[in-house]
């Protein structure tokens, strides 16, 4: 079992900036797939990234891409989001969880969920 631990949302205006991060309970593994994920209100929750075991693939979703950065650092067992630029429609609670390694963007190839963490950008 792994536990992952989202930090890092608030408010913030249109064009700020904002980094999230997801702890893991333990290590998950530098092959572990990683991947963000977002749920605004009365939405079904989307793919927003995901990046490889080491490091070396990240894919987005294209609303966010050029605006958004995933990375890792696997010494310290945390997933990062970085989010630049952001846009109102970026509103809502972001997920990130974890999956067996692979290309993974749909929300049932991920294994473990974070509790998730509220961003809300306002106009």
């Known amino acids: 079992q792994v536990q992952l631990v989202e930090s890092g949302g608030g408010l913030v205006q249109a064009g700020g900036s904002l980094r999230l991060s997801c702890a893991a309970s333990r290590r998950t593994g530098s092959t572990a797939t990683m991947g963000w994920f977002r749920q605004a209100p009365g939405k079904e929750r989307d793919f927003v990234a995901t990046?490889?075991?080491?490091?070396?693939?990240?894919y987005y979703t294209d609303s966010v891409k050029g605006r958004f950065t995933i990375s890792r650092d696997n010494a310290k067992n945390t997933v990062y989001l970085q989010m630049n630029g952001l846009k109102p429609e970026d509103t809502a609670v972001y997920y990130c969880?974890?999956?067996?390694?692979?290309?993974?963007?749909?929300?049932?190839?991920?294994?473990?969920w974070g509790q998730g963490t509220q961003v809300t950008v306002s106009s």
């Open positions: 990046i490889s075991g080491s490091g070396g693939s990240t």
């Open positions: 969880a974890s999956a067996a390694p692979g290309f993974r963007t749909r929300i049932a190839e991920y294994l473990y």
